[in-house]
């Protein structure tokens, strides 16, 4: 290949350098390096499309139209809830609500199995040294997200609810956060206790997780329920918990 000027070659090489970066976080969490549209996911089991961009304070934000390891992006069902994530953990297999459970901290971020990790002691992490980077934007060592979108930070979780909100209820008597005018749709997917590993607010409260960390064991996150009608960003999201994820583009 043939360059004019070493401008060009360095934007291509550049270019080659962010290509094999996204491909490698591809394959390091199971994603398909093919995908356009829609997004597939985890061999081809999940399948996500972008939302139209909302417009906010700090930008516009695009976002998936469903969690991480939903079925459905239909409020209405239980197949929109999806998978449950301890915070700065990649997709491994804990996240998933039929998971085994382990007693055992993680002496690193790679736990080397997909249990999700009983917090006994109330240490509140998962991992015995916290680390405060796993999911710092794109280019976190353990990013969930498919490559080009990443946990929300908590300023952008307050510009969307700057926008306006409501809590509404299906005909099954699920809720879920409606954002902008419904422009983004969040179900109450429930929680898993860190410290027993069972399933609590199934259907009636929703937590979501922030890309920020706060102190040690703790990043920020945001949750909602049926009884409350203002919508908690809280720094007190202990790591341990499994909560839902919803991915932003980059």
Same mark, same amino acid.
């Given at each position: 290949? !043939?360059?004019?000027?070493?401008?060009?070659?360095?934007?291509?090489i550049?270019?080659?350098?962010?290509?094999?970066?996204?491909?490698f976080?591809?394959?390091?969490?199971?994603?398909?390096?093919?995908?356009s549209k829609?997004?597939?996911?985890?061999?081809? /089991?999940f399948s996500?499309?972008?939302? +139209?961009p909302i417009?906010?304070?700090? $930008?516009?934000?695009i976002?998936? &139209?469903?969690n991480?390891g939903?079925?459905?992006?239909?409020v209405n069902?239980?197949?929109?809830?999806?998978d449950? *994530?301890q915070?700065?953990?990649?997709?491994d $297999?804990?996240?998933?609500?039929m998971s085994?459970t382990?007693?055992i901290?993680s002496?690193? *971020?790679?736990?080397?199995?997909g249990?999700?990790?009983?917090?006994?002691? /109330?240490?509140?992490? =998962?991992? /015995?040294?916290?680390?405060? /980077?796993l999911w710092?934007e794109? &280019?976190g060592?353990?990013?969930?997200?498919?490559?080009?979108y990443?946990?929300?930070?908590?300023?952008?979780?307050?510009?969307?609810? +700057?926008?306006g909100f409501?809590?509404?209820?299906?005909?099954?008597?699920?809720f879920?956060?409606?954002?902008?005018? $419904?422009?983004?749709?969040?179900p109450?997917?429930?929680? %898993?206790?860190? *410290?027993?590993?069972? !399933?609590?607010?199934?259907?009636?409260r929703?937590?979501? =997780?922030?890309?920020?960390?706060?102190?040690t064991?703790t990043? +920020?996150c945001?949750? !909602?329920?049926?009884?409350d009608l203002?919508?908690?960003?809280?720094?007190?999201?202990f %790591?341990?918990?499994g909560?839902?994820? %919803?991915?932003v583009?980059?």
């Amino acid at each position: 290949m !043939f360059f004019n000027t070493r401008k060009e070659m360095f934007k291509f090489i550049t270019f080659g350098v962010l290509l094999m970066l996204c491909l490698f976080n591809l394959n390091a969490q199971n994603y398909d390096a093919q995908f356009s549209k829609p997004i597939v996911t985890e061999d081809g /089991k999940f399948s996500y499309y972008e939302l +139209s961009p909302i417009k906010t304070a700090v $930008g516009e934000l695009i976002f998936l &139209d469903r969690n991480l390891g939903a079925l459905s992006s239909d409020v209405n069902s239980s197949d929109s809830w999806g998978d449950l *994530y301890q915070w700065g953990r990649a997709t491994d $297999g804990h996240e998933k609500r039929m998971s085994d459970t382990t007693l055992i901290l993680s002496n690193n *971020y790679e736990t080397g199995h997909g249990k999700f990790i009983v917090d006994e002691k /109330k240490s509140n992490d =998962w991992m /015995k040294n916290s680390d405060d /980077k796993l999911w710092l934007e794109e &280019d976190g060592l353990t990013n969930p997200c498919p490559c080009g979108y990443r946990v929300p930070t908590s300023e952008e979780w307050r510009a969307l609810l +700057s926008l306006g909100f409501e809590i509404k209820s299906t005909t099954d008597g699920y809720f879920y956060l409606s954002i902008a005018n $419904g422009q983004l749709l969040l179900p109450a997917a429930g929680l %898993r206790n860190a *410290y027993t590993g069972h !399933f609590i607010h199934i259907g009636t409260r929703g937590f979501y =997780w922030a890309a920020n960390t706060i102190a040690t064991g703790t990043s +920020s996150c945001i949750d !909602f329920n049926k009884d409350d009608l203002v919508p908690n960003i809280t720094t007190y999201g202990f %790591r341990a918990f499994g909560r839902s994820v %919803r991915c932003v583009k980059n």
